[in-house]
Structure formats: C-alpha cells, structure tokens
C-alpha cells in the first residue's frame, strides 16, 4: 500500500493532515438540504466563516450549486456570481485554505484565479474540461463518487459489493488524472456518503472505509446532518448533531483526515477526544 503523505500542499498553504483536519460548509446557496439561503449574502457568509475558523476548521468549502437528491443544475454565471465574490472576500479577509465545490471547468478556473487553494468536486472531474483546468494548476483535487446524477442519484441504486465498485471507480478516476499529468500526490477522494448509496450502502461503506487507504491517497468524509443520519435515527436536519458526530469519529477511525461538516466547533471537541485517545495507544 502507498502511504499519502501527512504534509499536503493546498496553494500558498501548508496543512498536515497527521490529524484529522476540519472542511467548515459554506453553501453559499439558497436551496441546499441543510442550511440553504443562509449565507448567500457576503456579510452573512463572512461572519460564518469566521466563526467557522475560530471553531477550529482550517478549510472552508464555498459551493453554489446544492448536490441535495433532486437539486436543479445552477447555470453558470450564476453560479460564478454566486461564489467568485465570496472566495475573493475570504481570501482577503482570512488565512484558511478555500476550498471550491464545484463540477464546471470555468467555476474550478476562475476560484484558482481569485484564491482558492483546493477542488471539490462531486463528479470527480467527469465533466468537460475539468481534468485539463486541475492539471494545468498545481492545487490539489478532491474527487468524489457518485452513483448517477443528484436529481436521480436515490432511485433504487445498485452495487456488486458497494465498497468495491466504489474503490474500481477511484482507481480509474485515479489513473484519469495521473495520465493528465495530475500527480497522485495532489489527489484526495471522498466515498460520497449519501450520493446514490442506500442507508444499508452507506452503513457497509463507512464500516469499511478502511479498504479505501489501499489507494494511497488521503480520505476526505462528509457525513454531516446527512440522510444517512436522518433516515437511522428518524431525526430531521436540526436533530441530527449526535448522529453526526459519532459518524465523524467512526469515519477518523477509519482512516479519513479530513472531515467535511456544518458543525464545526463540536465536531472539532470529538475529533480532540479521540486523537487524545489513540495518542495514549501510541505510547
């Protein structure tokens, strides 16, 4: 197994991922499934990514277009006008990693233009001219998996063994990016819990996430007030931290390092608990 590397480059930032780091949500959105028309004003936005930060969160994810099951596609200008004015206030306003969440080639080149220092993407560079935008940068890539489309994602979906088919998917998408001139050492991937898995799916592939770290990239999870919570627990969004907590923790036992989340501050108590936890088994 390739072992990823614990120091990472995000642009002009240094993070070591030796211990899990914090990804704080910004959806920047009026119709996301949790806390969309929230922050698509700057000064809202703002104001949440400072608290964000002083949480404890050392990347901020901006997205502009909602992945929730049955989202409508944003066009892109849109899009641009929705997410470029607040990556260019965070940049100038606070020393953080910005991470952009997008799956448009032209949103993923104008964020490295205006300051962002990672690529979230949900279609995992699929799309037209995304590879050749990330290759021609030196920013690191998130790629995601996804089962289908985001409007269709839920309806009935099908696996052989859903962590296998889930690990083939990220060595092709892996190989993709190495033949484009994408170092493996620029790559993180997410299991993309909830996007096109059954609760059963979703459950199979957290408790064996571990298999993943054969790819020898870093894991990034984001679980965070999710359906997957909701649906076990019978909570809606505003109930679900408990259930969000506990499978970030199991997501870190895991293997992932970084974890993506609404709720910043308690999700960074958790995850000092366990890492003062396993410290003790070190020694």
């Known amino acids: 197994m390739n072992k990823p590397s614990n120091i990472m480059q995000f642009g002009s930032k240094v993070l070591d991922l030796s211990t899990p780091n914090i990804m704080g949500i910004l959806n920047v959105t009026p119709d996301s499934f949790s806390d969309g028309g929230n922050f698509n004003q700057i000064d809202n936005a703002l104001n949440q990514v400072e608290m964000m930060i002083a949480a404890g969160a050392s990347i901020i994810d901006v997205g502009g277009e909602s992945t929730r099951p049955g989202a409508k596609d944003v066009e892109l200008q849109e899009e641009l006008a929705r997410v470029i004015p607040v990556i260019k206030a965070i940049k100038q306003r606070f020393e953080v990693v910005i991470s952009i969440d997008t799956s448009k080639a032209e949103v993923m080149q104008a964020a490295i233009d205006s300051g962002a220092g990672l690529i979230n993407d949900v279609r995992a560079l699929q799309n037209e001219g995304c590879v050749e935008v990330v290759a021609n940068s030196d920013l690191p890539v998130c790629l995601m998996h996804m089962q289908g489309m985001p409007r269709t994602m839920q309806t009935k979906p099908q696996y052989n063994n859903v962590v296998d088919d889930v690990e083939t998917f990220f060595k092709q998408r892996i190989q993709v990016c190495q033949q484009a001139g994408i170092d493996k050492n620029r790559i993180i991937i997410d299991p993309g819990y909830g996007f096109g898995k059954t609760l059963e799916q979703n459950y199979q592939l957290l408790a064996n996430q571990q298999q993943l770290l054969a790819l020898g990239t870093p894991i990034l999870a984001g679980i965070s007030r999710k359906s ?56």
Do not use: F, W, Y
């Open 228 to 283: 997957m919570i909701g649906n076990l627990l019978d909570a809606p969004v505003e109930q679900r931290l408990a259930g969000s907590l506990s499978a970030a923790v199991l997501a870190c036992i895991n293997g992932a390092k970084i974890i993506r989340v609404h709720d910043v501050k308690e999700t960074v108590d958790a995850i000092k608990v366990l890492s003062a936890t396993l410290a003790q088994q070190a020694i």
